[in-house]
């Protein structure tokens, strides 16, 4: 009887998980760069940055998250050593809270702060939605003034321009929960008597709401009563609202009228004796306000209610209005890209006592992909010098060459794996270098070194047809050793 083969051992798939994925130097060097320009606008409005914990107790961050019929409440979790369940952080202001509540004493009150960072969600990963994404944000903790509110829209604006986005291609929509809360209340939905009772339905209806522009309204309506199976086959459980129910939540996402005004007349009629549902249009009064005195604006949108439980009052969206095309050749537009709200009582969790907050939150990669699509984000700049290696017994002297390039503020590396000057080259262009040094034996007796210019060699390639074109601009030239750092400088300078 011949023996088992041995079975080799299984080598792991090389493979990024669903919902994640790879960034590479181009688009990192983009991002960084935009979110430098986003943060400066922060900075100048007197916010301090803040870095937090990737991790959290699950107990801290709260069961806020919409997509509440999943295990562990759409988070990623675990237990540790000591039994106690950590998470990843599903966004910004849930450790914000945290750290508010942990550090009051010696925080300044109010507290201002925006934050950078990725966040994590345990989420059904689809076409541009990620289960790892990168936010901006910025808070003020401890005002309560509904100016806190229209500063953070007028701010968000300022943000989006400075990052590359115009004026006339965004929009910031505002709405306020208590409004949400005032119709609730007349569809049955809200006791304020009992303000925990049917939270479950209330959470449906806003889901279904945040989803007009994805399901249209015949799919809300399908939230709004007994639910909906989508193209897959899943179905989500509805908010089991009657006929009449429905369409008085219908008749406030409709509510939006030609101007502010007349909407804040229609929502007053929708939420009928509530007093939450009265202030909250009176709070949306007041920011539209104060918007248009220093030239921002907002239009007031009973459709934008943000899907997290948090929000307490108003909440804002900015949206981008042009339009791209999609993968199948159609044209659309690209949507929201940031938002916010006000969420009052996330720090009295920790505290028991009532600690005014308000911020927004700008989705980084979305915008990033919508700067993209405008060509918007700076061009990628050249790679480095990269000095070949000719000789590695005299790596000691190409290492210098290198550090005298960086030492004059210029990118530079020495050539470090194996090859020939063929290979060497070829890494150079890979790098995007736009100049490559190389001294053999000949040039140091000499005290000279070749300077390639890849980047005219490059054109030139395009554009010369002939050998004796070729010839008479040469893309290599041979410079004094001395001189290597002004040449090089002089030929990156003819690169831009």
């Not at 988070?75 to 009051?104: C, G, I, K, N, S």
Request: charged share 30%; net charge negative.
């Amino acid at each position: 009887m011949a023996k088992d083969k041995q079975k080799k051992p299984r080598r792991p798939r090389a493979e990024t998980p669903r919902g994640f994925r790879d960034y590479f130097g181009a688009e990192v060097r983009a991002r960084d760069a935009m979110l430098a320009q986003i943060c400066e606008v922060y900075h100048a409005w007197g916010f301090d940055p803040l870095e937090t914990s990737a991790v959290e107790t699950v107990e801290a961050l709260g069961k806020f998250l919409p997509d509440v019929d999943r295990p562990n409440e759409g988070v990623f979790a675990w237990r540790d050593e000591d039994e106690q369940w950590l998470a990843l952080r599903y966004d910004l202001t849930a450790p914000l809270a945290r750290v508010y509540a942990q550090h009051r004493q010696s925080l300044p009150a109010p507290y201002r702060r925006y934050a950078v960072g990725p966040v994590w969600r345990d989420e059904k990963p689809g076409p541009g939605r990620f289960r790892q994404f990168y936010q901006c944000d910025a808070d003020t903790v401890g005002a309560a003034s509904v100016a806190a509110d229209a500063e953070m829209c007028a701010m968000l604006g300022e943000a989006l321009e400075a990052a590359g986005i115009a004026r006339g291609d965004y929009a910031v929509r505002i709405n306020n929960r208590k409004v949400l809360n005032g119709v609730m209340e007349v569809v049955g939905l809200l006791d304020p008597a009992d303000p925990e009772a049917q939270a479950g339905r209330r959470g449906i209806v806003m889901r279904a709401i945040d989803k007009i522009d994805r399901l249209g309204e015949a799919g809300v309506r399908a939230l709004l009563g007994a639910g909906r199976r989508d193209e897959s086959g899943d179905f989500t459980a509805g908010a089991g609202l009657e006929a009449e129910g429905a369409e008085t939540i219908l008749a406030f996402m409709a509510a939006r009228a030609d101007d502010g005004a007349a909407t804040c007349a229609r929502l007053r009629e929708l939420v009928g004796g509530s007093a939450a549902g009265r202030e909250g249009v009176e709070e949306l009064e007041t920011m539209a306000g104060l918007l248009a005195a220093r030239g921002a604006s907002a239009v007031i949108d009973p459709a934008v209610v943000r899907g997290l439980g948090y929000y307490t009052g108003p909440v804002v969206e900015a949206e981008l209005t042009f339009e791209v095309v999609d993968e199948d050749g159609r044209p659309r537009q690209f949507g929201s890209v940031a938002g916010g709200g006000r969420y009052d009582d996330l720090v009295r969790r920790f505290t028991g006592e009532a600690v005014p907050a308000t911020g927004i939150s700008i989705g980084v990669d979305r915008l990033l992909a919508a700067l993209g699509e405008k060509g918007r984000l700076t061009a990628e700049g050249p790679g480095p010098v990269v000095v070949t290696v000719m000789d590695r017994g005299e790596m000691a002297g190409y290492q210098q060459m290198a550090a005298e390039l960086r030492a004059a503020g210029l990118r530079a590396e020495v050539f470090l794996g194996g090859g020939n000057m063929a290979r060497q080259l070829k890494y150079a262009d890979q790098r995007r270098a736009a100049v490559a040094v190389i001294e053999g034996g000949d040039e140091r007796a000499r005290g000279v070194v070749q300077l390639k210019d890849l980047a005219l060699g490059a054109r030139l390639a395009a554009e010369i047809a002939t050998h004796e074109a070729w010839k008479a601009q040469p893309a290599q030239v041979e410079v004094p050793r001395g001189g290597l750092v002004a040449a090089v400088r002089a030929m990156l300078a003819r690169a831009d």
